[in-house]
Nanobody, 116 residues
């Protein structure tokens, strides 16, 4: 069965950095587009960054220039490097895997808190 397991979250001060990882299993990772979503309390889940199976990234405007998504197909892992973090980046971050717009899997999420 497909599993997506996030790691690397936690508490960081404004201006700090964190790197999230999502380890995938039970799937042919290289065929999937991968993405990071986040959901703040009382808000809808929003797309943060995505990367195609071919490695092309895209980002929501609020994180452009601060976040970098990458993938390592040999390790079946997708990453989200988050720099210059702001309090408004505080949310639960979810890993997502999609193939052919039909297969769609989610991780359980990991908390990121940006606070002094």
């Amino acid at each position: 069965q497909v599993q997506l397991v996030e790691s690397g979250g936690g508490l960081v001060q404004p201006g700090g950095s964190l790197k999230l990882s999502c380890a995938a299993s039970g799937m042919i990772f290289r065929f999937y587009a991968m993405a990071w979503y986040r959901q703040a309390p009382g808000e809808q889940r929003e797309l943060v960054a995505a990367i195609t199976s071919g490695g092309s990234p895209n980002y929501t405007d609020s994180v452009k220039g601060r976040f970098t998504i990458s993938r390592d197909n040999a390790l079946n892992t997708v990453y989200l490097q988050m720099n210059s973090l702001k309090p408004e980046d505080t949310a639960v971050y979810y890993c997502n895997a999609v193939r052919d717009s039909v297969l769609n899997f989610w991780g359980r999420g990991i908390q990121v808190t940006v606070s002094s």
